[in-house]
């Protein structure tokens, strides 16, 4: 049988509660669930406009036509759209817990949350018609969404009790992120005429900088607390955790520079040691896994251990680039960024969501409904279907590898194939979260549940 979650306990009169104008540190509570669970709702949603897109261009991508304006909006929707807006919904959860400071305002983090989309909207619109200007104001305002989780969360790790070394993750993942935004910024330029750029190197510096600096290192971090409670890890290896940061800042320093500049030693450098950090991580989640107490995996650990293979595919893929194993061409280096972005970050934060995401909804919405009608507490477990859940990851991790690998052979029908399956994966996960609204309207928040085989 499936490992079902514990069951937590009933909260003491439990409220719903409006959102207070400002929570300090010192109280360290978790936000009301408008403020992660916004994040989460949205990001579901550019999931679902992400791998819709992807459908449309997989045959694009096959082709070798990897600049195509509407490869790069369907990029950035599951860049901005999925990863980041998922993790400044986690960070605003796991902050109180892993660190014990809150967010500084609960009502600015959710003017963040307004202008994150508007932001990462307005990008995907400009990419997708190819209009500089959309682009430039959609940078513009996404500079002021990350901002206001900089003053929002950041300064706060000053004042924690504990998980400094999570505090220092972040941090350096949000300055990778600042340093991606000014390539950006960049290149952006050059698309309305202003100057003249290197857009092979600066595209690769982006890439890294963005995924394996702001989401790679923000996942070390948050994931070295949430991972373990998660399985239940007994003593997991401690000693990668102190090299993984310090030889990832390397790398991407080094490959930073070393891209848009075409000096290749540098580049080669930064390369081995990002795909050393890499390794690096794979053997601390190897130690979470392999010193766990639960026996089996549940549907959403299922999804997480899935997504450090598509991380192995990634680095073995990103390391037969750099040594011209495989022709350095567009073809391969999108397929890459696919098994990276798509198969890896995307398939971690779902997994997570499926542990997070019906706990916040049993404790901030169902709990306390169920408690004012009188009725007794609801088990979480009915929140989730998780032969649903291993449906979709039957889905989606046969379509995301079809697609890489079809895109990097340049095999159009079965990169058709790969788009199609992938977004029949996000269909069943969409259908998963809209059950949660249907039960919540209709109240039907006891029926019985059975757990699949």
């Given at each position: 049988?499936t490992?079902?979650?514990?069951?937590?306990?009933?909260?003491?009169?439990?409220?719903?509660?409006?959102?207070?104008?400002h929570?300090?540190?010192?109280?360290?509570h978790?936000p009301?669930?408008a403020?992660?669970?916004?994040h989460?709702?949205?990001?579901?949603?550019?999931?679902?406009?992400?791998?819709?897109?992807?459908?449309?261009?997989?045959?694009?991508?096959?082709?070798?036509?990897?600049?195509?304006?509407?490869?790069?909006?369907?990029?950035?929707?599951?860049?901005?759209?999925?990863?980041?807006?998922?993790?400044?919904?986690?960070?605003?959860?796991?902050?109180?817990?892993?660190?014990?400071?809150?967010?500084?305002?609960?009502?600015?983090?959710?003017?963040?949350?307004?202008?994150?989309?508007?932001?990462?909207?307005?990008?995907?619109?400009?990419?997708?018609?190819?209009?500089?200007?959309?682009?430039?104001?959609g940078?513009?305002?996404?500079?002021a969404?990350?901002?206001?989780?900089s003053?929002?969360?950041?300064p706060?790790?000053?004042r924690?009790?504990?998980?400094?070394?999570?505090?220092?993750?972040?941090?350096?993942?949000?300055?990778?992120?600042?340093?991606?935004?000014?390539?950006?910024?960049?290149?952006?330029?050059?698309?309305?005429?202003?100057?003249?750029?290197?857009?092979?190197?600066?595209?690769?510096?982006?890439l890294?900088?963005?995924?394996?600096g702001?989401?790679?290192?923000?996942?070390?971090?948050?994931?070295?607390?949430?991972?373990?409670?998660?399985?239940?890890?007994?003593a997991?290896?401690?000693?990668?955790?102190?090299?993984?940061?310090?030889?990832?800042?390397?790398?991407?320093?080094l490959?930073?520079?070393?891209?848009?500049?075409?000096?290749?030693?540098l580049?080669?450098?930064?390369?081995?040691?990002?795909f050393?950090?890499?390794?690096?991580?794979?053997?601390?989640?190897?130690?979470?896994?392999?010193?766990?107490?639960?026996?089996?995996?549940?549907?959403?650990?299922?999804?997480?251990?899935?997504?450090?293979g598509?991380?192995?595919?990634?680095?073995?893929?990103?390391?037969?680039?750099?040594?011209?194993?495989?022709?350095s061409?567009?073809?391969?280096?999108?397929?890459?960024?696919l098994l990276g972005?798509?198969?890896?970050?995307?398939?971690?934060?779902?997994?997570?969501?499926?542990?997070?995401?019906?706990?916040?909804s049993?404790?901030?919405?169902?709990?306390?409904?169920?408690?004012?009608?009188?009725?007794?507490?609801?088990?979480?477990?009915?929140?989730?279907?998780?032969?649903?859940?291993?449906?979709?990851l039957?889905?989606?991790?046969?379509?995301?590898?079809?697609?890489?690998?079809?895109?990097?052979?340049?095999?159009?029908?079965?990169?058709?194939?790969?788009?199609?399956?992938?977004?029949?994966g996000?269909?069943?996960?969409?259908?998963?979260?809209?059950?949660?609204?249907?039960?919540?309207?209709?109240?039907?928040?006891?029926?019985?549940t059975?757990?699949?085989?």
């Open positions: 049988m490992m079902a979650p514990p069951v937590p306990p009933t909260p003491a009169t439990p409220r719903r509660r409006p959102l207070p104008p929570v300090t540190a010192s109280g360290a978790p009301p669930f403020l992660p669970g916004g989460f709702a949205a990001a579901i949603a550019w999931l679902l406009l992400g791998s819709a897109g992807l459908v449309a261009v997989a045959p694009t991508l096959a082709q070798g036509n990897t600049f195509d304006p509407r490869v790069f909006a369907v990029t950035h929707a599951f860049t901005l759209g999925v990863v980041t807006t998922s993790i400044f919904g986690a960070l605003y959860q796991f902050f109180p817990v892993t660190l014990g400071a809150a967010a500084k305002s609960v009502r600015v983090g959710m003017a963040g949350l307004w202008t994150l989309v508007a932001g990462t909207a307005l990008i995907v619109l400009g990419f997708w018609t190819w209009t500089a200007w959309l682009q430039a104001a940078w513009c305002v996404l500079f969404a990350v901002g206001v989780v003053w929002n969360l950041l706060q790790r000053r924690a009790t504990q998980g400094h070394v999570i505090g220092r993750y972040v941090s350096a993942g949000h300055a990778a992120f600042g340093f991606a935004m000014l390539l950006a910024a960049a290149r952006i330029g050059e698309t309305a005429g202003w100057w003249t750029v290197d857009r092979l190197g600066m595209i690769a510096a982006h890294h900088l963005a995924a394996f702001f989401a790679g290192l923000t996942a070390v971090g948050v994931g070295s607390r949430m991972l373990p409670m998660f399985l239940s890890s007994g997991p290896l401690e000693w990668p955790l102190r090299w993984i940061g310090p030889v990832a800042g390397a790398g991407l320093v490959f930073g520079v070393g891209q848009p500049l075409h000096v290749a030693p580049s080669a450098a930064g390369a081995a040691l990002l050393a950090a890499g390794a690096l991580y794979l053997v601390l989640v190897w130690s979470y896994f392999r010193t766990r107490a639960a026996p089996r995996l549940d549907h959403g650990l299922l999804h997480i251990a899935t997504s450090f598509f991380l192995a595919l990634t680095l073995l893929v990103g390391a037969a680039l750099a040594t011209s194993l495989v022709p061409i567009p073809r391969w280096w999108a397929a890459y960024t972005v798509g198969g890896w970050l995307t398939l971690f934060i779902l997994g997570v969501l499926y542990r997070i995401l019906p706990f916040l049993w404790l901030h919405l169902f709990g306390p409904r169920a408690t004012a009608a009188g009725r007794p507490p609801m088990p979480v477990q009915s929140l989730s279907r998780p032969a649903w859940a291993r449906l979709s039957a889905l989606l991790a046969p379509g995301i590898a079809l697609l890489a690998f079809a895109v990097g052979f340049g095999r159009v029908p079965l990169a058709r194939a790969g788009a199609g399956l992938l977004f029949l996000v269909l069943v996960q969409l259908a998963h979260w809209l059950r949660l609204v249907v039960l919540y309207q209709r109240l039907d928040i006891h029926a019985p059975r757990e699949a085989a």
